[in-house]
């Protein structure tokens, strides 16, 4: 049941997407293959989960303008993890507890339920926040029931405590939570149940200042924690790191430890810290256990704070999307990040150049261009100093062999400047580029390293040149999408 409040937002923005729709629609950067906001703005991945056959993504949404505010639960399914359905929109801010934003939170099946957690975000007239973890339950899948709040906040934080992941253990439920401690550190805390509804504090298991790392910014964001390969990973975006060489450039950060969490003492021992993405557009992932046993990630293309009001898409009334899902595996203490392999069914007509040469030259290719494609260059074989694709003359990835660094650059939407992010790679075995009109995606020797980024070349700008100093040759697949 919905309160007549909850009912009424919802009308509010399901107007909002009639009003907009032509406007949305008639962006050349609208994006062909991804999922975006139907209207307004759209940015975190919320309660993944493969539930009875159907894949369900939520995510953060305002429709009534492309800035951040009072956030609803948009609604997503799929068979397939790449034909997406529209669904009603799942959460609106309608109650005293989440009156200022149903913010990002998680979903679980619970003996055949469909079972949401997501922070209840209140702010009053000073600007003074209050912040509540909630739960709302569906029968079917579509429409939810909010069952008000299961966590209030506990002693030793702030209100910056959010965005609840929930798993199930051993026959117990763990919940991890996004926490900034009263002392000003990041941390990740996590609590236990029996019954979803009352839930014990065992306090934080990694943050700054701890016994495994010394300060790491003022707050983390959506955690994530789970097994893979043997180990467990903790994915969490800090807020508030430096940029320090090639790290740390974008505003806020989203990476992951690799390590072993102790149930029994709360703690989580853990190695360094690793960025997840190198790319300009990218933050809050979240990950699901699927059908076939995979860790599957979506994240956000999109960074908070990060100029997103200059995105060329604000003026059509919409703006930022989720990145393709990602398969993760755990190769040497490190995450891989490789496209599902789903997405093969959006492949069309396609061209291949086996032993395909660039020769100290710049040069294309008939055919190996687009605005909505999938390219794959194997057996990359460089004997020389660098290499170069630049994509629609709006961005363009360079790999220096002689540093060891691989660069991705594109056109600013702010101020036309080119700005780069970077990353060492010692060698350049394969790229796999998923481009879609305005993003970019690319994952670098089968996943070791990818880079995400929106990029916004002149619409009827379809070119791809290859550049080398030196000998260049691999092998050039290409698909339309
Ligand atoms: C991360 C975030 C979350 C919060 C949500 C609000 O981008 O700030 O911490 O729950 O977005 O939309």
Not at 1 to 10: A, F, G, V
Request: hydrophobic share 35%.
């Amino acid at each position: 049941m919905k309160s007549e409040r909850e009912r009424q937002l919802m009308e509010q923005a399901y107007a909002e997407i009639e009003k907009y729709q032509d406007l949305v629609h008639r962006d050349p950067y609208r994006l062909r293959y991804h999922l975006m906001p139907p209207v307004g703005l759209m940015n975190d991945p919320n309660g993944l989960i493969d539930w009875n056959g159907t894949y369900h993504v939520f995510y953060q949404w305002m429709p009534f303008r492309t800035g951040h505010g009072a956030k609803f639960w948009g609604h997503y399914t799929s068979p397939d993890l790449v034909h997406w359905q529209a669904e009603p929109i799942a959460l609106a801010p309608s109650e005293w507890y989440d009156q200022n934003g149903c913010y990002s939170g998680s979903a679980i099946d619970d003996d055949g339920k469909l079972v949401l957690f997501y922070t209840g975000n209140v702010k009053d007239d000073q600007g003074n926040r209050q912040t509540y973890q909630c739960m709302a339950v569906s029968e079917d899948g579509i429409h939810f029931t909010k069952k008000g709040v299961v966590i209030n906040l506990p002693d030793g934080y702030t209100a910056h405590f959010r965005d609840p992941k929930v798993w199930r253990k051993d026959g117990l439920w763990y919940m991890i939570i996004g926490a900034q401690s009263k002392s000003g550190d990041g941390k990740a805390v996590l609590f236990r149940s029996s019954d979803l509804c009352h839930w014990e504090h065992l306090g934080p298991i990694a943050g700054g200042n701890s016994k495994w790392l010394g300060p790491f910014g003022y707050m983390w964001e959506c955690p994530d924690l789970f097994p893979l390969d043997g180990q467990d990973v903790l994915i969490v975006c800090p807020q508030g790191l430096q940029p320090d060489g090639m790290r740390y450039q974008n505003v806020y950060q989203s990476g992951y430890f690799v390590g072993r969490l102790d149930y029994g003492r709360a703690e989580f021992v853990h190695g360094p810290f690793e960025e997840l993405d190198r790319g300009f557009e990218f933050y809050a992932p979240q990950t699901m256990l699927d059908r076939n046993g995979r860790r599957i990630l979506i994240g956000w293309m999109g960074v908070p704070d990060q100029n997103e009001d200059r995105q060329p898409t604000v003026g059509h009334r919409w703006v930022h999307a989720l990145t393709l899902p990602r398969e993760l595996r755990l190769v040497d203490g490190k995450l891989r990040q490789t496209p599902v392999k789903e997405l093969k069914q959006l492949r069309k007509q396609q061209v291949a150049y086996p032993n395909a040469v660039v020769a100290n030259e710049l040069r294309s290719w008939p055919g190996v261009e687009g605005d909505a494609i999938e390219l794959r260059l194997d057996r990359i074989q460089l004997l020389g100093s660098m290499m170069e694709i630049h994509f629609r003359h709006a961005a363009r990835l360079i790999y220096n062999s002689d540093e060891g660094v691989l660069t991705l650059e594109r056109k600013s939407f702010v101020n036309g400047l080119t700005e780069t992010r970077q990353c060492r790679l010692p060698r350049l075995r394969s790229l796999h580029v998923f481009l879609d009109t305005s993003s970019i995606e690319l994952f670098v020797n089968d996943g070791e390293e990818t880079f995400t980024a929106r990029f916004f070349p002149y619409p009827d700008d379809r070119t791809m040149f290859f550049g080398a100093h030196g000998h260049l040759q691999m092998d050039i697949e290409k698909w339309e999408l």
